[in-house]
């Protein structure tokens, strides 16, 4: 069965500094994985996924198979990035349910 | 667009009574919803994926004849939670996604039940 782990619930650092977001996975077949973001008192929401290979809110993550991982990362971390981060892996064999991870909580002090 | 709502956004019933919980796709047709439980602190748990027109799927553990879905329409699916009780207690999430592939997931506000 997939497994999604964040090892960390919550990261703190200041801002400006940089950011990742670990993730790390266990899947038998050919995972699809996601970071999905809640902000305070928000809906969750698709931050990206690892096929689009594209930066959202200058968030990056690479899909590393070697390593089963999937961390997100941001260069400068900015107040407004405070939020909870859940990364989500897709199981193409049960109708691409999500599985998410346990969440980490982001806080960015000014 | 995409936009998915749900109704009511919290609830408090008694012990034993039937609370349900209405999930809808405001501005696209939703072939498939699923239905999350998440406890404090805690992630978005899986309990069940809804097809239009079919029988849902419930995840290992979660009992169908407690947690009764429907998902009448493209655009409305239902979870009813029957003889609720205090362990019931939790925050309920539905997400839709438009067809079978690897499409988005557009998630709910979620509902809060509180069981009393």
């Known amino acids: 069965a997939q497994r999604v782990t964040q090892p960390e619930k919550l990261l703190s650092v200041f801002k400006g500094a940089p950011v990742e977001l670990k993730c790390n996975y266990s899947y038998s077949g050919s995972p699809e994985l996601f970071w999905y973001v809640q902000y305070s008192r928000q809906r969750l929401q698709l931050l990206l996924r690892h096929i689009s290979r594209e930066s959202i809110k200058g968030f990056t993550a690479d899909l590393n198979k070697g390593e089963t991982s999937f961390h997100l990362k941001k260069p400068f971390a900015q107040e407004e990035d405070s939020a909870m981060y859940y990364c989500a892996l897709s199981d193409n064999n049960a109708g691409n349910m999500l599985t998410f991870g346990g969440g980490t909580r982001l806080m960015v002090k000014p | 667009g995409a936009v998915v709502s749900q109704h009511p956004s919290w609830v408090i019933c008694k012990s034993g009574t039937s609370v349900k919980i209405e999930c809808r796709s405001l501005d696209f047709q939703a072939t498939t919803m699923f239905w999350y439980r998440q406890f404090p602190k805690q992630s978005l748990m899986l309990m069940a994926t809804?097809?239009?027109?079919?029988?849902?799927?419930?995840e290992q553990g979660v009992e169908k004849d407690k947690f009764l879905i429907n998902h009448a329409s493209l655009t409305l699916s239902t979870l009813t939670v029957t003889s609720a009780h205090p362990e019931d207690s939790s925050f309920y999430i539905c997400?839709?996604?438009?067809?079978?592939?690897?499409?988005?997931?557009?998630f709910g506000p979620g509902t809060r039940l509180t069981v009393t």
């Open positions: 997400s839709a996604r438009v067809g079978w592939s690897r499409d988005e997931q557009y």
């Open positions: 809804s097809n239009e027109g079919s029988k849902a799927t419930y």
